[in-house]
């Protein structure tokens, strides 16, 4: 490579190439001849003084352009990549502590909904007492002792583990529970999009009308 070559071919990398190293973009091009070094230049466009866009012009000259222009920075190809590939979301603790409410309301709305259609027992009674009243009253379910998989066995060495503290008027519907289930979520997975798009200040409007609809 000539000394000519070589110099235009520097101007060029200093200029206009997102190398980061001389030494790699100059072994790439080593092979080029000064007509071929000269066209690399063609089609870039550049921005004047007068801030106007142009192309270069190269005839038989060496020099990169003949028009005044602004001096371009060279790009280093590792700051490039992060810079594109890098989003920084100023909101992003806001955005947490929106989502972690969410999943509050989420958790509460699941276990009034367990309550409600019968999958949660009562609380057990605390006194003697409170323990005769209940089984007087009928507040409890036993074992079905006719049921296939009613074993005596399993009772033997801790014999209140068959009563439940519930009232036998009490069944587990399990279709109105993921009827109601599947409505929340519907409305949760929306608030969590949006909870992603919008403004916080936005979002937390629309968090609050979900609370209270939801939380009683």
């Known amino acids: 490579m000539t000394d000519n070559c070589r110099e235009l071919l520097k101007t060029y990398w200093t200029n206009y190439s997102t190398m980061s190293r001389w030494s790699n973009f100059k072994k790439k091009h080593k092979r080029k001849t000064l007509e071929e070094i000269q066209r690399m230049f063609i089609k870039i466009p550049y921005i004047d003084q007068n801030g106007s866009i142009g192309i270069h012009s190269l005839g038989s ?129 929306a608030l969590e999009l949006e909870i992603t798009v919008l403004e916080p200040v936005e979002a937390l409007k629309n968090f609050k009308k979900f609370e209270s609809k939801w939380i009683h």
């Open 61 to 189: 000259c060496t020099t990169a352009t003949t028009t005044p222009q602004m001096k371009f920075t060279r790009c280093n190809e590792e700051d490039m990549e992060t810079t594109m590939n890098t989003v920084i979301d100023t909101n992003s603790n806001a955005r947490y502590a929106l989502n972690r409410a969410v999943y509050s309301v989420y958790c509460k709305v699941e276990r009034d909904a367990m309550k409600k259609f019968g999958f949660v027992d009562d609380d057990a009674p605390k006194t003697a007492a409170e323990i005769i009243k209940r089984i007087t009253d009928g507040d409890i379910t036993v074992p079905d002792v006719d049921a296939q998989d009613y074993d005596a066995d399993d009772y033997r060495y801790d014999e209140w583990r068959g009563i439940k503290w519930r009232k036998p008027s009490m069944k587990k519907d399990r279709d109105g529970f993921e009827k109601h289930m599947d409505t929340f979520n519907k409305e949760k997975s």
